[in-house]
């Protein structure tokens, strides 16, 4: 049965499919019109010009919704055009009356969409939505050797993930069916499951309905055999032991990406409003958020907002060509790794491959295939977003490197001076780390500045950018908060954090955190943003440490 969201996606597709309609009745009577013209009228290349762009358009969005008739003859218009203005043709008067003529709307929309305005196309509850997770995800972990499954449930718990540990296929899979994971590790250690190899494994899981379920191998063998075994039975990742903890959390942060992150955001960028609609409100039944523009001009700032992880251009425009746009954003090189597919009617292939090969990294014909046209673009969004993290983000804590936070700072305070908003930093130090790395080594220390860095991700919002700025040291940026509220937010985490306990074999231990909390109309720049934060963390650290000061709290 249809949720409420698929129900109302569905009559906003019917509503759209009838003012489309009507428009292309209006449209097509004004093609018809033209043929009216006299023959020096109709032959100036403005005349021309206005045809071309017209049929292009209206080809694209007739085909999208359907009008496969109108779509073309549209199409057969605008090849004809094409060859009279760019590829040096003459014009055949006659002929190009006749094609005008033959778009009258009695002629051209067919008899069962006419009578039928509502028929819309694959449903949406046959669609396989990418829903976010905000809750801590579940692994399952198949290991019968005591020591490796212990360290297992307790380094990755530290982490904010639930694991739960089984030393048999079958029960794992007999629990499966009441509580499935996110995530399975498997030792493939021989000597530990000698009959439960990995094809065992994978096979039971098919046949319990979870063939799909991201598999990562642990394992004493690092040959190129284990690796193969591994890749014909789908595994998504491989660690050798004895195992680093810390990577193997890197690891699942980005295998499980998809579920633990927000829906992926894509761009669209057209100026047949009726087509992109369209394809927005396609993307939204499948769980991807889309924005919609028109007016090319604004993308810069829209970007910068938005945040996409894909970009999707129509290849011709009337202010601007798709081309040309993406080049403008290709200047800004911080936007270099989003990908820009085009998409468009334009059948010429020469056209396609110039446009990707100047700037684009995909082109998609109008009218998409709904499916195809999804997993193009989950795949792309996918790869884009896991890129990104790997350019952008520190390997042990997930967290954003010193340069991003720096300039994404530099955003939100430009932003909030613009908008006559506050934004607030914090600095954060993990107090006496130096004692945790002497003590306890600093695999152990890894654990504690990982550990942190799930809290704050966890505890803070999604508009709330936080950052490794160095060592123990973690940089955080709150939109639309002043210095109190921000540390209000910390003060609460700042105890959740202590209560944390830390095992390094047989011993306990806690840690705390300091801050220092600066809002932006206190300072004129970044650099002093920063520098008052951090002078604040030292009056932190000076008051005995595990506390939070405001940057005007001199006393």
Request: net charge negative; aromatic share 6%; glycine share 6%.
């Amino acid at each position: 049965m249809a949720n409420e969201n698929e129900v109302s996606i569905q009559r906003e597709m019917a509503k759209l499919r009838g003012e489309f309609h009507n428009k292309l009745i209006s449209e097509l009577r004004e093609f018809v019109a033209y043929a009216n013209l006299p023959d020096q009228e109709i032959c100036r290349k403005d005349t021309l010009k206005k045809l071309y762009d017209a049929s292009h358009r209206l080809a694209g969005s007739a085909l999208t919704f359907g009008y496969s008739d109108s779509g073309a003859l549209l199409r057969r218009l605008e090849s004809s055009l094409d060859g009279i203005l760019n590829q040096g043709a003459e014009i055949d008067v006659i002929a190009l009356r006749k094609q005008l003529n033959v778009l009258a709307p009695a002629v051209a929309i067919p008899e069962e969409i006419d009578k039928d305005l509502d028929a819309q196309g694959s449903k949406p509850e046959e669609a396989k939505k990418v829903q976010p997770r905000a809750e801590n995800l579940l692994l399952y972990v198949l290991e019968d050797d005591p020591t490796t499954s212990n360290l297992l449930k307790i380094g990755l718990s530290s982490f904010g993930y639930y694991v739960t540990t089984f030393t048999s296929i079958a029960t794992l899979c007999e629990s499966a069916k009441k509580d499935r994971p996110d995530g399975l590790i498997v030792d493939i250690e021989r000597n530990n499951i000698a009959e439960q190899t990995l094809a065992n494994t994978t096979r039971c899981l098919r046949e319990n309905g979870m063939g799909s379920l991201p598999i990562l191998v642990v394992s004493q063998h690092d040959s190129f055999a284990e690796k193969l075994e591994a890749a014909r039975n789908s595994v998504v990742a491989f660690h050798s032991k004895p195992v680093d903890i810390p990577a193997l959390e890197s690891t699942l942060e980005f295998v499980l990406q998809p579920l633990a992150k927000s829906p992926y955001r894509v761009l669209l960028v057209d100026d047949d409003v009726y087509s992109m609609e369209h394809h927005r409100l396609m993307l939204d039944k499948w769980g991807i958020m889309a924005h919609a523009l028109s007016d090319p001009s604004k993308i810069l700032d829209l970007i910068e907002e938005f945040q996409p992880d894909l970009m999707i251009f129509d290849l011709h425009m009337p202010s601007c060509t798709g081309v040309e746009l993406a080049e403008v954003v290709r200047f800004h090189t911080h936007w270099i790794h989003i990908p820009i597919i085009f998409l468009s009617s334009e059948r010429n292939e020469g056209r396609q491959i110039s446009a990707m090969m100047t700037s684009g990294d995909d082109f998609i014909l109008k009218p998409v295939v709904e499916e195809s046209f999804v997993a193009t673009i989950i795949s792309r969004a996918q790869r884009a977003r896991q890129l990104a993290e790997l350019m952008t983000r520190d390997s042990l804590t997930g967290l954003l490197k010193h340069t991003e936070i720096k300039e994404r700072l530099g955003h939100e305070y430009a932003r909030a001076g613009r908008n006559n908003s506050i934004v607030s930093v914090a600095m954060l130090d993990i107090d006496k780390f130096k004692r945790v790395n002497d003590s306890y080594g600093h695999q152990t220390g890894d654990v504690v500045i990982a550990t942190l860095a799930h809290l704050l991700r966890r505890g803070l919002r999604t508009t709330d950018i936080i950052g490794r700025y160095g060592g123990e040291e973690y940089l955080v940026v709150l939109p639309d908060t002043d210095a109190k509220n921000a540390a209000i937010k910390l003060n609460a985490l700042r105890k959740e954090f202590e209560k944390v306990k830390f095992r390094h074999n047989a011993d306990e231990f806690n840690c705390s955190f300091s801050g220092g909390i600066c809002q932006s109309d206190q300072v004129n720049n970044v650099d002093e943003f920063v520098d008052q934060a951090d002078q604040a963390l030292y009056r932190a650290k000076e008051r005995g440490r595990n506390q939070i000061v405001e940057s005007d709290d001199t006393d």
